[in-house]
């Protein structure tokens, strides 16, 4: 998924590929053991946009997600939709994550 800080897996290749990496979700009130990926929730960090008026910083994943969302909507850069995940359509994990790679979401 190409997200280093926060992917086991990225992680490992980044660290061989000497690839940045940028933390994004630091775990609330514990602790940062940065020789490994955070997969955990926590709050937003380095994610704001002035170019698009987008500023998550701050926020717990939770709120940074709806925030995200809401964003979208009212931008006319996307709208909110659940997507079942299954073997099939791995693709549609990969577009939303898009958000965390680009400042994007969910984009027509």
């Known amino acids: 998924m190409a997200v280093p800080a926060h992917d086991s897996r990225d992680y490992d290749f980044a660290l061989k590929y ?4 940028s933390w994004v979700i630091m775990p609330d009130g514990k602790s940062v053991d940065f ?6 929730e926590g709050i ?7 170019l698009v008026g ?3 910083n701050g926020l717990s994943s939770k709120e ?5 969302i809401e964003w979208a909507e ?15 359509n791995w693709t ?3 577009n939303v994550t898009k958000f965390f790679l680009y400042g994007l979401y969910y984009i027509k």
């Open 18 to 21: 000497d690839a940045p990496i």
């Open 92 to 94: 549609n994990l990969f």
């Open 35 to 40: 020789g490994k990926a955070f997969i955990g």
């Open 54 to 56: 987008l500023d998550i």
């Open 64 to 68: 940074a997600a709806l925030t995200v």
């Open 44 to 50: 937003i960090v380095n994610s704001s946009n002035t």
């Open 74 to 88: 009212k931008s006319g850069k996307g709208k909110r939709k659940v997507h079942i995940l299954n073997e099939s």
